[in-house]
């Protein structure tokens, strides 16, 4: 694969380059924030990895601008910033998965790909349906009772997992396995954060709620 590393600290972007490059990947690292947006837009990536704090210009604004731009490149902050609250801002940002520092480098080769399996496009017109809820997995949008649903990259990623395993329940772990990589830490609460987030936008107002929490098992979206 063909990798940007966006990193300021010259150790640890050594350290990662070296450790990819004996893995067989290419690797370009960009020293600040404004640096890792150019290579980002103007380069073709398979996993584009990015600090958070970096000079010139936040991780979390470089994410933004890029997910602006191309929105199916899978990109993974890797930040010592590991707070539930900081999970959901890189989340909410454009992440597709989120590791702190200090990792094990296996981890971060194991997120690696484990991004680019999920990369695979869906063929267009692909539709799913449960009750009056549409979703299509190509266009990544959705819609309810014919009103469309604007969704964070996370929260469309959750809802697709959840439709397409409708009325089947599905445990905390194999959410955060499917939606956020492998080793999620499952001590904090994101995804119920997230579970919430879209109960407010997917069954708030509307006649019948359709995401269900299954108490020590998880959660399902079914009709009833």
């Known amino acids: 694969m063909h990798i940007l590393l966006v990193e300021d600290e010259p150790k640890v972007a050594d350290f990662i380059r070296k450790g990819l490059?004996?893995?067989?990947?290419?690797?370009?690292?960009?020293?600040?924030?404004?640096?890792?947006?150019?290579?980002?837009?103007?380069?073709?990536?398979?996993?584009v990895i990015l600090d958070v704090i970096l000079p010139g210009k936040s991780g979390l604004d470089v994410c933004r601008a890029v997910r602006k731009e191309k929105p199916d490149v899978p990109i993974l902050m890797l930040t010592a910033l590991g707070t539930t609250q900081d999970k959901v801002i890189g989340f909410e940002s454009g992440a597709d998965d989120y590791l702190v520092k200090p990792f094990h480098f296996e981890e971060l080769l194991a997120r690696i790909n484990a991004l680019s399996r999920r990369r695979a496009v869906p063929a267009p017109g692909t539709i799913w349906k449960i009750a009056d809820l549409e979703i299509d997995i190509y266009q990544k949008k959705a819609w309810r009772a014919g009103k469309?649903?604007?969704?964070?990259?996370?929260?469309?990623?959750?809802?697709?997992?959840?439709?397409?395993?409708?009325?089947?329940?599905?445990?905390?772990?194999?959410?955060?396995?499917a939606v956020w990589g492998i080793?999620?830490?499952?001590?904090?609460?994101?995804?119920?954060?997230?579970?919430?987030?879209?109960?407010?936008?997917?069954?708030?107002?509307?006649?019948?709620?359709?995401i269900h929490?299954?108490?020590?098992?998880?959660?399902?979206l079914k009709e009833k």
């Open 21 to 47: 490059k004996e893995k067989a990947h290419s690797v370009e690292v960009a020293g600040n924030g404004p640096e890792g947006e150019a290579k980002a837009l103007e380069e073709a990536f398979d996993v």
């Open 213 to 220: 929490t299954v108490i020590g098992m998880g959660y399902v």
């Open 183 to 210: 080793d999620f830490n499952r001590r904090t609460n994101l995804i119920d954060v997230y579970i919430n987030y879209l109960r407010e936008k997917i069954d708030k107002g509307f006649g019948k709620p359709l």
């Open 148 to 177: 469309e649903i604007i969704l964070t990259a996370k929260e469309f990623a959750l809802l697709d997992l959840l439709v397409q395993n409708k009325n089947s329940v599905l445990s905390r772990s194999s959410i955060a396995e």
